[in-house]
């Protein structure tokens, strides 16, 4: 079997990623709460974090601002520093690049890119060379690139499922796969359709994951990034994660491992 980034990072199976996110306001409030949901997410016993800027901070329609930029170094800092698990930078609207140059200057592990493969309206493809050409120069962080994803309108819709994830294997070390919105489960179908085009490379589910339905998910993927079902209401400002919704979900994990 070939080196497997994720694996490395994520030795235990069916890992779960607690998502931190960062809402817009001062930066001492958005330091308090990314450390506040990273102690209970350790607490539970996610086995990593992705801190990720939510709704604001975006230059164009793949750009961070420079802003918000500085703003998840300074977080990611924080939370490096008091944080057992790894921990990784989702830049929004799929800034990449950003994403590379936080983790790396914070000590991260991985990266998520809300899409890998694929054109979309409104949004910048990425280009193979350029994505490889820059995983390269950063090493040891690992690529979690996003197929299908949601909030996004293929251009294409005639690039298949099946075809996206076979492209994107060969630039991401995990294939995200996700439903059509936050919180939206992915379809059973899909995971299937992903798993039979790329077989034992690492899949992770995007959306949707939950103490119900995680033990259907989690027999088709190797792991999960999770964050609305780890708050109660859904994702808004000032809503801390959950302690009890939390293990509620990795009791379940604990039992599939």
Known sequence: MTKSLFREIFPKKKSIIGMIHVFEGELDRQIDQALEDAERLEQGGVNGLLVENYGFGYADPNLATSDVLDRLITIMKKVKKYSRVPIGANVLPNDYWAAFH??????????QMDHITGNFDSCRSVHPKDCLKIKKEYGEIAVFGGIHPKYYQLVNPACSLAECAKKAMLLADGV?????????????????????????????????????????????????????????GGVHRGVPVDVGLISQLMDEVERLR
């Open 102 to 111: 936080a983790t790396h200057l914070s000590g991260g592990s991985f990266i």
């Open 176 to 232: 995200v796969v996700t439903g059509k919105s936050t919180g939206d489960a992915v379809s059973i179908d899909d995971l299937r359709t992903v798993f039979k085009a790329i077989g034992s490379h690492p899949i992770i589910i995007g959306s949707g994951l939950n103490s119900k339905n995680a033990r259907e998910q989690l027999s088709h993927a190797d792991g999960a990034i999770v964050g609305t079902a780890f708050k109660k």
